[in-house]
T-cell receptor, first 109, second 115 residues
Framework: EDKVVQSPLSLVVHEGDTVTLNCSYE??????LLWYKQEKKAPTFLFML????IEKKSGRLSSILDKKELFSILNITATQTGDSAVYLC?????????FGKGTLLTVNP | KAGVTQTPRYLIKTRGQQVTLSCSPI?????VSWYQQTPGQGLQFLFE???????NKGNFPGRFSGRQFSNSRSEMNVSTLELGDSALYLC??????????????FGPGTRLTVL
C-alpha cells in the first residue's frame, strides 16, 4: 500500500525564521511529488517535482526531490505570519495522489 | 478562468440517508479526482475519472461511488450514511489526461455532517 509520511507534524516558529518540512514516500509506480498549502479552505498548489535533484523555487519557497532516497523537502525562508497553514505533500502514481497527514506550521509575530 | 466548483458547500444528513455531491472541473480539464479529508485520516483518495471512466479507486467501501459526465462534470454518491462519513469532500481536476499524474487543482470542498 502506498504511504507518504510527513515530519514534523507541527511546528511553531517566529517570523523571519527558516523552516524545512520533510516528506518521505513509498509509492508504487511513482511519477511525481506535489506540495500544497492548506489554510481554512481547499489546498492550493505549490510545486510539482518529477526529477531528482532539481530545485523548484517560488519566492521564499523552494523544494527538491531525491528519488534515490525517496524524500522531498520544502523550505520556507524569512517566514511570515501568512505562511501559517497546513502543508501537504502527495506522491503521484496511477492517476491518484497519496497524501501525508500534513505539517501544521504556525508562524508567530 | 473559473476554478473548480463544488456544490453544495455544506450538507447535513442523518444516518442511513444517501447524498450526492457535484463537482465541475476547470474549463478544459478532463480528469476529476475525489478525496475525503478528516482530522484523523488526513486527505484520502476516493476515485479518479477521465472520459467517463473510472481509472483508479481508493480503499473505500462500495457505499462510495461516482460517475463522470460527457462534459467532465462529476458526481459522487454515498449511500447508507454512517457517522464516520462526516468529512470534507474535495474534488480536484487536472489538465493532461495521458500522464499518470498531473498537477491537480482543488475545489473548495463540500462539508458533510452526518448526525
Amino acid at each position: 500500500e502506498d504511504k507518504v509520511v510527513q515530519s514534523p507534524l507541527s511546528l511553531v516558529v517566529h517570523e523571519g525564521d527558516t523552516v524545512t518540512l520533510n516528506c518521505s514516500y513509498e509509492v508504487t509506480n511513482f511519477r511525481s511529488l506535489l506540495w500544497y498549502k492548506q489554510e481554512k479552505k481547499a489546498p492550493t498548489f505549490l510545486f510539482m517535482l518529477t526529477s531528482s535533484g532539481i530545485e523548484k523555487k517560488s519566492g521564499r519557497l523552494s523544494s527538491i526531490l531525491d528519488k534515490k532516497e525517496l524524500f522531498s523537502i520544502l523550505n520556507i525562508t524569512a517566514t511570515q505570519t501568512g505562511d501559517s497553514a497546513v502543508y501537504l505533500c502527495g506522491g503521484g502514481s496511477n492517476y491518484k495522489l497519496t497524501f501525508g497527514k500534513g505539517t501544521l506550521l504556525t508562524v508567530n509575530p | 478562468k473559473a476554478g473548480v466548483t463544488q456544490t453544495p458547500r455544506y450538507l447535513i444528513k442523518t444516518r442511513g440517508q444517501q447524498v450526492t455531491l457535484s463537482c465541475s472541473p476547470i474549463s478544459g480539464h478532463r480528469s476529476v479526482s475525489w478525496y475525503q479529508q478528516t482530522p484523523g485520516q488526513g486527505l484520502q483518495f476516493l476515485f479518479e475519472y477521465f472520459s467517463e471512466t473510472q481509472r483508479n479507486k481508493g480503499n473505500f467501501p462500495g457505499r462510495f461511488s461516482g460517475r463522470q459526465f460527457s462534459n467532465s462534470r462529476s458526481e459522487m454518491n454515498v449511500s447508507t450514511l454512517e457517522l464516520g462519513d462526516s468529512a470534507l469532500y474535495l474534488c480536484a481536476s487536472s489538465l493532461v489526461p495521458r500522464e499518470s499524474t498531473d498537477t491537480q487543482y482543488f475545489g473548495p470542498g463540500t462539508r458533510l455532517t452526518v448526525l
